[in-house]
Structure formats: structure tokens, C-alpha cells
């Protein structure tokens, strides 16, 4: 079985400050997304080299702020150019602040894996992983992991030890 996992930068920005990243912070306007005419170029590219299963594995920044649309086109491109026989499949790492109940009923029906950056308990998270204002983001990344996790969504963890 052959195999292509492509590690997908979807969006250019975040929405937390983390001590550690180069992503850029969110600042109104300044958030860059892929192109619909880049994501529909690469997604049949990768399909057109005959893979058995191609993986997306969507990152950023933090991409949901690519927004829910850009990812319903994601998956109407990848059904638009896979071939019979193969497969397809979506991870996405996440800080899991922007995490809603319409962003886990997409994520069920097209069967998207989240993986949520989480770094270590309240006290070292929050000095790691700020909002650009400077408080912590710990409480509302769990907010999201307990959405996740309510609905059974399958869930892996990214922690980044410094």
C-alpha cells in the first residue's frame, strides 16, 4: 500500500502568542489562507501520483481560522479528484479555543482527526501558550478537549516540552 501524508499549512496567523512559535499572531487582517485556487491544485496533484491513501494533515498557525468553508472545499476537491480505490484522510492540530459544536459536526461527518497542542498542566501552559494579550489560554483549550471529547471525536495530543 502506498501512502502520501502531506503536512498542509492552511493558514498563515494564530489566535494565541506561544513563547516557542513563529506562526504569527492574530491580528485582524493579517491572517493569510491558502488559496481555493492552491488547495484545489495541490489536492489533485497529490491524488494524480496514485497513492492508495493520501493524508491532509492540516496545520498553521492555528487553522481553524481558515474557517469552516475552506475546509467543506477541501473535501469537495478531495472528492472531486480521488479515484476509485483510494483513500482519504484529514487530521487537524489545533490549540481547540475556536472549537464549536458546527466545527465537530464537520469534523464527524467527514471523519477529520483534531489533534489539540496542550502544554502541560494550567501553570506551564498558560506562561507557554498566552493569548496576545498575555492571559492564559488554558482553560478554554480544555473547554474544547471536553467538546471533543462529549462527542466521542477521536482525539490525539501535541505538547511541545521546552
Not at 55 to 79: K, R, T
Amino acid at each position: 500500500m502506498t501512502q502520501i501524508r502531506a503536512i498542509v499549512k492552511a493558514v498563515s496567523g494564530c489566535n494565541l502568542q506561544c513563547k516557542y512559535c513563529s506562526a504569527g499572531n492574530y491580528i485582524e487582517n493579517s491572517v493569510r489562507v491558502m488559496d481555493f485556487e492552491v488547495l484545489e491544485k495541490m489536492t489533485q496533484d497529490f491524488f494524480l501520483l496514485c497513492p492508495d491513501v493520501v493524508e491532509f494533515f492540516w496545520h498553521g498557525g492555528e487553522p481553524l481560522l481558515a474557517s469552516l468553508d475552506f475546509y467543506q472545499q477541501a473535501v469537495v476537491f478531495q472528492n472531486r479528484y480521488r479515484k476509485n480505490g483510494q483513500s482519504v484522510l484529514n487530521g487537524i492540530q489545533s490549540n481547540a479555543v475556536l472549537i464549536t459544536d458546527e466545527w465537530l459536526d464537520f469534523f464527524q461527518k467527514h471523519d477529520f482527526r483534531p489533534g489539540v497542542s496542550i502544554d502541560g498542566p494550567q501553570s506551564i501552559h498558560n506562561k507557554q501558550r498566552p493569548y496576545v494579550g498575555g492571559q492564559g489560554s488554558f482553560d478554554h483549550v480544555m473547554r474544547g478537549i471536553r467538546l471533543i471529547q462529549d462527542r466521542g471525536v477521536p482525539l490525539s495530543v501535541c505538547t511541545v516540552v521546552t
